[in-house]
């Protein structure tokens, strides 16, 4: 089984996948990535971060590229994003998980990763969990982990507000059959309030 969490920046969507890894005893999905690394990360646990963040980024992506010719990852996708006052891109790759039917993995992607994932490995192998939580509790949180520029935040509550639309959401769930959302403000212990099915 892969649970997958999905929900926009700063959601609380890794405290979930920590809380799984920690209580559960579900294997951390560990995916490549371009992006630097924040302070509180850790390379191989958080990610596989490609090259360091003193390297410029178009080498990073290039160093990305040639290990995707290698066939290492399962799926990969880039984004388009704003690094030091400038447009770039960051990849990230996904690793091969076969044996999903076996162990219980547990990973943070998006959208369109989750809908990969459910084509890749079959809607009863993928558990898909949409994190909502409030705009200004977002801010707060990608505040204090640091790492994020304001002009790349403001970009990205735009781009989330479209990503994660209804439509969107429901798009998923006619994908993956059903996909269970919650509202966390991780105080508060609480499982699934409602879930979205397929239309």
């Known amino acids: 089984m892969i649970r997958i969490y999905?929900?926009?920046?700063?959601?609380?969507?890794?405290?979930?996948?920590?809380?799984?890894v920690k209580e559960n005893g579900l294997i951390r999905v560990v995916s490549t990535t371009t992006r630097p690394i924040r302070p509180a990360e850790k390379d191989g646990?958080?990610?596989?971060?490609?090259?360091n963040k003193d390297i410029p980024t178009e080498i990073r992506n290039e160093e990305f590229l040639k290990l995707a010719e290698t066939?290492?990852?399962k799926e990969y996708r880039c984004y388009d994003t704003?690094?030091?006052d400038r447009k770039t891109q960051w990849y990230y790759g996904s690793p091969d998980l076969s044996d999903c039917d076996k162990k219980d993995y547990v990973a943070v992607v998006d959208l369109g990763g989750a809908a990969e994932f459910v084509k890749l490995y079959g809607a009863e192998n993928c558990e898909i969990i949409y994190v909502k939580a409030d705009d200004d509790l977002r801010f707060l949180r990608s505040d204090k982990r640091g790492g994020m520029e304001r002009d790349e935040w403001e970009r990205r509550c735009v781009d989330d507000a479209v990503k994660f639309s209804d439509e969107k959401i429901q798009d998923l769930a006619n994908i993956a059959g059903k996909v269970h959302v919650i509202n966390k403000e991780f105080e508060i212990n609480?499982?699934?309030?409602?879930?979205?099915?397929?239309?």
């Open 190 to 199: 609480n499982v699934s309030e409602w879930d979205i099915t397929a239309a």
């Open 6 to 20: 999905v929900g926009k920046s700063a959601s609380g969507k890794d405290f979930m996948l920590n809380r799984d």
């Open 71 to 73: 066939g290492c990852f």
């Open 82 to 84: 704003i690094e030091n």
């Open 45 to 51: 646990v958080d990610y596989h971060f490609v090259g």
